[in-house]
């Protein structure tokens, strides 16, 4: 029997030194993110990068299945290895990546074959259909190895491994650096050129993945599949909260993009694209705790041990706590340094999402809390709950916030519907914390 890593007592310094890996990792996939938005908009324009944002749903949708799969096979995982079924526990893992790839190459053909209409569905403009069109016939034929690397990510801690996705993160992202500057600047391959560099980062961790799963001996390897489907089902439902946030984010990233094309034109998507990025590169610190711990509950979960338990979400709040603070004095204060990476001080772009920054800001203070109740609900098999909370953050209050509030003031209201959002549902989460900590296996907090 392999000694397991999950199975010791935690404090802040050993939590600290298991989650660092991974929320470096997201903080890489967040900066070579930015990188590509920052190519494409200093090296070839801003309609360019309106463009990568428009499609944007699309890659969220790949990315939402790929986490979907993740975070709740990951769950189910966990939960088998913290049992002692080191045997089952590879059987469902593998089924969870061969579900991924098959998923993968699904997309890959529906899209190609219904690329120009899904386009316009997303509405893209004439001037930016082009770009559009260039970008997204490109990323597609990537969708199957995006997916496989957010797998990989999530089960590469599950399996003792965070170093690993840690490095092989920071190789994809030099790689999506070099590579756009390759494709974009030396080639002149242009809104091509980002989508191929973004594409080759992700072969980097899913090629390796396969690799190593198939070579490993430890807890987690390739093994032969068992057949079993309520296996997938109950991961696709303990991980629907993750889906559902990717599903939202698509769908509030089209309103964010139909309401600032109404209210301020090209500029205003481009504003708002700048926004989005930002929000995601200062939201890897959260995400990636988030995802670095639920390994460690869903462990304790399986294993009953309520002590531990109890412990661990001590931690992990303090920690939500203070990251929260973090990120807010960062976006504060950077805020224009950031924007600045995308727009030139003073073009029209560059004041749009100035203005909008000193709003925005404020949901950091209450998005981190959201963030890991969601995946904590998550690990603990509780996907109803979880799913539930991410379905009233993002359809209800999120895109409630988006065609409600520009209604009253315009061009605010927009930057106003993130932080309304994120600080009513702080209210929600801490409700479902109470309201559940006897039914799951956090009842001895």
């Known amino acids: 029997m392999h000694e397991n890593v999950l199975d010791r007592e935690w404090d802040v310094l050993s939590l600290l030194r298991f989650v660092a890996p991974t929320i470096a990792m997201m903080l890489l996939m967040g900066l070579y993110t930015l990188v590509d938005t920052v190519f494409a908009a200093r090296f070839i324009n801003t309609d360019a990068l309106s463009a990568i944002n428009i499609v944007c749903p ?102 003792g491994k965070p170093g690993l996705g840690f490095g092989l993160s920071v190789l994809a992202g030099l790689a999506n650096i070099v590579l756009d500057y390759v494709f974009i600047v030396i080639f002149d391959l242009g809104i091509r050129g980002a989508a191929l560099g973004t594409g080759c980062g992700c072969l980097i961790p899913a090629v390796t993945g396969i690799v190593f799963f198939a070579r490993s001996r430890g807890v987690l390897s390739f093994v032969r599949p068992r057949k079993r489907w309520r ?42 694209t700048i926004l989005i990025y930002a929000q995601f590169l200062l939201n890897t610190l959260l995400l990636g705790f988030s995802m670095g711990a639920a390994p460690i509950i869903g462990f304790f979960h399986g294993s009953r041990n309520g002590v531990q338990q109890r412990k661990l979400f001590r931690l992990c709040m303090g920690f939500v706590a203070a990251a929260s603070l973090l990120v807010f004095a960062v976006s504060k204060l950077g805020g224009p340094y950031i924007v600045q990476l995308f727009a030139p001080y003073p073009s029209r772009v560059y004041q749009i999402a100035v203005n909008g920054f000193s ?78 900590r006897k039914r799951d296996s956090y009842e001895m907090l």
């Open 231 to 272: 296996i997938l089902k109950e991961s696709c439902f303990n991980g629907s909260s993750e889906m559902v946030g990717q599903m939202a984010s698509a769908v509030t990233t089209f309103l964010f993009n139909r309401t600032m094309m109404r209210l301020l034109g090209e500029d205003g998507v481009a504003a708002i």
């Open 58 to 159: 699309v890659n969220y949708l790949s990315v939402g299945l790929g986490t979907m799969l993740a975070a709740g096979g990951n769950a189910v995982v966990s939960r088998e290895m913290g049992a002692g079924d080191e045997r089952e526990a590879k059987e469902d893992f593998t089924l969870i990546v061969i579900a991924g790839a098959v998923i993968g190459f699904l997309m890959l053909a529906a899209g190609m074959l219904w690329c120009r209409q899904l386009i316009e569905v997303l509405g893209a403009g004439e001037l930016l259909f082009l770009y559009c069109k260039d970008y997204l016939e490109t990323l597609l034929l990537f969708i199957p190895a995006n997916i496989l690397q957010t797998i990989f990510s999530n089960l590469f801690v599950t399996a």
């Open 359 to 436: 709003i925005f800001s404020y949901s950091f203070l209450f998005c981190g809390f959201n963030i890991f109740t969601s995946a904590m609900f998550t690990a603990l098999s509780n996907g109803k709950v979880s799913a539930a909370l991410s379905f009233f953050r993002t359809f209800v209050l999120l895109s409630g916030g988006i065609l409600l509030l520009p209604q009253f003031w315009g061009t605010t209201g927009v930057w106003l519907a993130v932080p309304i959002a994120e600080g009513i549902m702080l209210f929600a989460a801490a409700f479902c914390l109470i309201h559940y």
